[in-house]
């Protein structure tokens, strides 16, 4: 999506690919998932390190901007995400490592 041209949608997506594996740990851990799209609150949930949860904190803004483009601040530019993807990648290997 990003070499198209879509940046939002790169970032929507890096966003929902974190949340996703974030919820496969909570699944792991504990049979259940909380329904939420704050990737902080999910990450600290599965007793992510800190360098998770801040990357979390990071990413959790895409959801919101790459739906809304006209709330306040919410551009994606490509440098943007490209941040937000660097930053899912991160939280995807983190995550495989947490399970079988």
């Given at each position: 999506?990003?070499?198209?041209?879509?940046?939002?949608?790169?970032?929507?997506?890096?966003?929902?690919?974190?949340?996703?594996?974030?919820?496969?740990?909570?699944?792991h851990?504990?049979g259940?998932?909380?329904?939420?799209?704050?990737?902080?609150?999910l990450?600290?949930?599965?007793?992510?390190?800190?360098?998770?949860?801040?990357?979390?904190?990071?990413?959790?803004?895409?959801?919101?901007?790459?739906?809304?483009?006209?709330?306040?601040?919410?551009?994606?530019?490509?440098?943007?995400?490209?941040?937000?993807?660097?930053?899912?990648?991160?939280?995807?290997?983190?995550?495989?490592?947490?399970?079988?």
């Amino acid at each position: 999506m990003l070499d198209e041209g879509f940046p939002d949608m790169a970032a929507f997506h890096a966003q929902q690919g974190a949340e996703f594996v974030l919820k496969a740990v909570q699944v792991h851990l504990t049979g259940r998932f909380s329904r939420t799209h704050d990737l902080p609150a999910l990450a600290s949930a599965v007793s992510a390190p800190p360098r998770i949860v801040r990357l979390a904190s990071i990413l959790t803004p895409a959801y919101v901007a790459a739906r809304y483009p006209d709330a306040a601040g919410a551009r994606i530019t490509r440098k943007r995400a490209e941040s937000y993807l660097d930053g899912a990648r991160r939280i995807v290997r983190w995550a495989h490592r947490q399970l079988p």
